[in-house]
């Protein structure tokens, strides 16, 4: 099992790799390694047109033959706007926006991008708006402070402008590195780190996380705009976990030292742990830490079979009393599987039982480890799954839960943690915990 001291450093080494590479020469649209070519360097195959400002949301709601027709007129519009001369790829400041037939989840993207002045450009991210470009010179709406910012976030939020101003002189070429991991953003203009990590919201409804996937699309208007060198490294599930689990980690200790349950009580009987893991194996059986919680941040990772149903129970009172209604559970469930067709919104997985209800659609395909984040403060509970927000409740602010039962639980201020089994082999690694002040 990798330490977190060994991941943070092959993260930083590879970051170092990579800005060794860039400081090189490469040839034009010759993708460096790891990477693939969005862009072939002869045509926009791989491409197509997208109407502006299109709500993906609204799109999920068209017909076939509405989609169909659509897609034609759009792709129609990018062709009398977008061009490819010189390894270039060219808009006229016009038209549809020229976006990839792929969508993507985490991802580390390069783009080499030119303007002519007074040019308002960017890029989206997941089909949403964006990162920023424009030129520098132009008045108003910020530009001054240069390209790279998350344009389209609340006007006090983090990434929203840039850090530095690090765009070289109109008309010459700039060099974007965009890494999306999670819901959130970094992006490198010409080398200087203009976004740290900064969440991205969902422009479409911005009470939602951004999407967990979607296209990248170049989005122009009013000059031209000239692109090459794009492409783009998708980000694995394993390498997506070390990059969440490393943020902000001081003060976290291991609750599961990997070979054994010490520290653990409760029916141990019903879960195995072989090489790192610790896997459910009864029909039922719940497990409690040793010791009680009240505010607290606890990381894990885990993995689910077809179906697979567990939970992770919060602030029970004593380990003999068990179950969802004398504490609180978050819940633990591949919600994607036929079974679970009909649940309710507060059955999802990342939901606080019966409680406050998840955003659904950020889990993992089954067989892939996820990684989760809850973080339990006086009466807010919020869950952090593959490094994206799907659940932040106040429970002081519930009068009643939205499952109509009792919940003596949610007004609990301590208690044990607990794993639930309920029968699926679900799996665990990496649990580790901070206590909050």
Known sequence: MRTLSAIVLGLVMSSMAFAAEEKAARPVNTPPEGFKA?????????????????????????????????????????????????????????????????????????????????????????????????????????????????????????????????????????????????????????????VDDAVMENYWDRKKPILPTGPIEFQTHGGEMRFRNVFLREISPEEANQRVQARKDEGYKALFN?????????????????????VFTGKSGDIFTRDTYSNFAIRFEFKLPPGGNNGLLIRVPKPESGGTYSGMEIQILDDTDPRYANIKPWQHHGSVYGIAPSQPGYLRPVGQWNFEEVIVDGSRIRVFLNGTRITDADLGKIEKPVDEHEHPGMKRTEGYICFMGHGQPVEFRNIRLKVLK
């Open 38 to 194: 969005l862009f072939n360097g002869n045509d926009l195959a791989g491409w197509r047109g997208q109407a502006p400002d299109q709500n993906p949301y609204q799109m999920t709601k068209w017909s076939s033959d509405e989609k169909a027709s659509k897609q034609k007129a759009a792709d129609d519009d990018m062709r009398r706007h977008w061009r490819v001369e010189d390894e270039q790829i060219i808009n006229d400041g016009r038209g549809a926006y020229l976006t990839t037939v792929k969508d993507y989840g985490d991802f580390e993207l390069l783009v080499d991008w030119r303007m002519t002045p007074g040019t308002d450009s960017g890029i989206y991210l997941r089909g949403t708006p964006q990162v920023q470009i424009w030129d520098p010179n132009n008045k108003g709406n910020g530009a001054d402070k240069g390209s790279g910012g998350l344009w389209n976030n609340g006007d006090k939020a983090p990434g929203k402008w840039p850090k530095v101003r690090a765009d070289k002189p109109v008309g010459e070429w700039n060099i974007f590195r965009i890494l999306m991991v999670g819901e959130r953003v970094s992006v490198w203009l010409n080398d200087q780190r203009v």
């Open 258 to 278: 990997g070979k054994n349950l010490d520290g653990w009580i409760g029916d141990t009987k019903a879960y195995a742990v072989k090489d790192g893991v610790m």
